[in-house]
């Protein structure tokens, strides 16, 4: 940056990230997960088998343990034909007695916490956390994933202040359940304080923002995002963590947006409006200048010494990532985050991979269908050892927590089989686009936006579609596209007929429509680079909380199609 170093000083709150003693012991904690989880690999059906002779033993006597037999279930085969495939919608009623604080439903202990869902859509689902769940399934993924960060760059420990956390938002008031248990993301979680774990605190968790030395309603979102770069913008930021890429790329967005609110406040010494450290003329001045020297401000700028991000790298994010990375900086490396969901783990990175994470096949038993299925109870499913790389597959898993034959809602591709197990990277969401039979799923509209995008040398920031479904016409899908930098008539034209022979590869439901002229041809609208970032930001100052404010690939709605393109649809 400059000869003014930015600030190191610990946060008022949260783990002492200056204790070399806990420094230590969380490293040795974080390569210790991974060593067991590699370990598992030496004989991972071996792993399943203890997995599900656990979760069933622990809850043979609950009311869903009772019901289905589990005393009885010895083999996995056994337990397939005793337990349907299910989904969130057929564990609710059971979930919500839990919630209300009925005993021994689904679990025998307790859940703890609720976590709530990370979708932007419909409510929000109350997840079960048992604090054996926690214990066998959670903790141990939990801290493996962080290895690499740690093993690698680990000056990101450097100063409490080092790390960004994005996804870190802890309430001291959160919402309950009817039994009074927290409802929350995993994110608002002290997981040291419910659960007895306090090395899980995550990096960036004793930052200077970790809890906001100003006041601030809980619900404004965007202010609490303002108030924590504000504050990071004085600090030697080396990595940031978002898991949800979506909000990685918001904060250039941000900073742009918020930067001459921020050097006033620097000039100032307030924050969010209030008295807080010292005026700094001489600071501001010097990100003023910085601002001028390169022409507009980008985190590169403002954070040389930045190294890694940690987010999702795969689905959506795969078509803006490579080049937003070089805005955090040209040698900066983007770590993948771990295959999960609220509801549980799947597959986690143990290496510099930059998409796939192995099988977590010390924490769940799974299962996988293939993804062009329809998903019903007795659909057949298959053993991680039967999967084939390169295809896309229904992801199913039971834990103790309570989730029995569970299907997540994801899908995942395999990338290939290591050390015994397969490595998985995150291809989309389950759900599908289909007005004419063309059945798209998130994977193939990505894997056709980037045959298109490599195909012709372009490149974009963000992507979505609808099917117009005009009575004045054949219905057609419209792509919305935020180009990194402009395209020329001919490209686009070009672009979009690529896309559209790439859709018809990837769905042969797709190519019947289109032969059968059920579909017409796609059509392409261009926004102005900022687009899907104003977009997300504006939803974020609805009030929805920015982990939930995710890529979407498929935006039917005529409402959110609107706020995007400024289009009305037809």
């Known amino acids: 940056m400059s000869s003014a170093e930015p600030s ?4 008022p709150a949260g783990p002492d990230w200056t204790d070399p003693h806990r420094l230590r012991r969380y490293r040795d904690r974080v390569l210790t997960e991974r060593r067991r989880l590699r370990a598992a690999f030496a004989d991972p059906e071996a792993g399943q088998r203890r997995v599900l002779a656990d979760l069933l033993e622990f809850n043979s006597r609950t009311e869903y343990g009772v019901r289905h037999g589990f005393d009885r279930i010895r083999t996995l085969d056994d337990y397939r034909r005793a337990v349907p495939l299910q989904t969130y919608d057929d564990l609710a009623p059971y979930i919500e007695r839990a919630a209300a604080g009925e005993p021994e439903v689904l679990t025998a202990d307790r859940p703890a916490v609720f976590f709530t869902s990370s979708g932007s859509t419909g409510a929000h689902k109350k997840i079960p956390v048992t604090p054996r769940f926690m214990r066998t399934t959670f903790f141990p993924f939990y801290y493996a994933a962080w290895a690499p960060l740690i093993e690698h760059f680990p000056d990101v420990l450097a100063h409490p202040g080092a790390v960004l956390n994005l996804k870190h938002d ?3 008031a959160p919402p309950t359940t009817a039994s009074g248990r927290p409802h929350v993301g995993a994110s608002q979680v002290d997981f040291g304080q419910v659960f007895g774990e306090p090395l899980s605190a995550e990096p960036g968790t004793g930052a200077p923002w970790a809890t906001l030395p100003v006041p601030v309603a809980a619900g404004d979102h965007a202010e609490k995002m303002y108030l924590r770069l504000r504050l990071a913008v004085e600090n030697d930021v080396r990595c940031v963590i978002g898991i949800n890429p979506a909000m990685v790329a918001a904060l250039p967005y941000q900073l742009r947006l918020w930067w001459p609110r921020i050097v006033k406040e620097i000039r100032d010494g307030t924050l969010g409006g209030v008295p807080h450290g010292s005026p700094d003329p001489d600071r501001a001045a010097e990100l003023e200048r910085l601002a001028a020297r390169h ?4 985190p590169a700028h403002v954070w040389p010494r930045m190294r890694a991000l940690f987010c999702w790298t795969t689905a959506a994010a795969s078509l803006y990532l ?9 040698h900066v490396t983007a770590l993948p985050a771990p295959v999960a969901a609220s509801e549980g783990p799947v597959g986690v990175a143990l290496d510099r991979h930059p998409t796939a994470g192995s099988l977590v096949v010390n924490a769940s038993v799974y299962e996988f269908a293939d993804a062009d299925e329809d998903l019903a109870p007795d659909t057949a499913t298959l053993r991680p050892h039967e999967l084939e790389p390169g295809r896309d597959y229904h992801v199913v898993f039971s ?17 290939d089989h290591l050390d015994g197990v397969p490595r998985l990277e995150y291809a989309g969401r389950a759900t599908r686009s289909d007005h004419a039979g063309e059945r798209l799923r998130d994977a193939q509209v990505i894997r056709s936006l980037d045959t298109a995008l490599r195909a012709t040398g372009l490149e ?4 979505t579609c609808r099917v117009n479904t005009s009575a004045q016409q054949t219905a057609a899908y419209e792509f919305a596209v935020a180009p990194l930098t402009p395209w020329s008539q001919e490209e686009a034209g070009r672009f979009t007929g690529l896309l559209d022979t790439a859709l018809g590869r990837e769905s042969a439901g797709y190519r019947t429509a289109r032969t059968r002229a059920l579909l017409d041809a796609p059509s392409l609208h261009l926004l102005d680079e900022d687009a899907f970032q104003r977009d997300w930001q504006a939803r974020v100052d609805s009030g929805i909380r920015p982990t939930q404010v995710k890529d979407r690939i498929f935006r039917q709605d005529p409402q959110q199609w609107s706020a995007l393109t400024g289009r009305t649809p037809a």
Do not use: K
């Not at 022409?295 to 980008?298: A, I, L, P, Q």
């Not at 490579?322 to 040209?330: Q, V």
């Open 8 to 11: 190191t000083a610990p946060g």
């Open 460 to 463: 974009l920031r963000g992507a």
């Open 322 to 330: 490579p080049r937003l990375r070089e805005e955090y900086g040209a």
């Open 295 to 298: 022409g507009t401000v980008r």
């Open 170 to 172: 802890p309430v001291s």
């Open 399 to 415: 834990h103790v927590g309570g989730l029995y034959r569970y299907a997540v809602g994801d899908v995942v591709r395999v990338v």
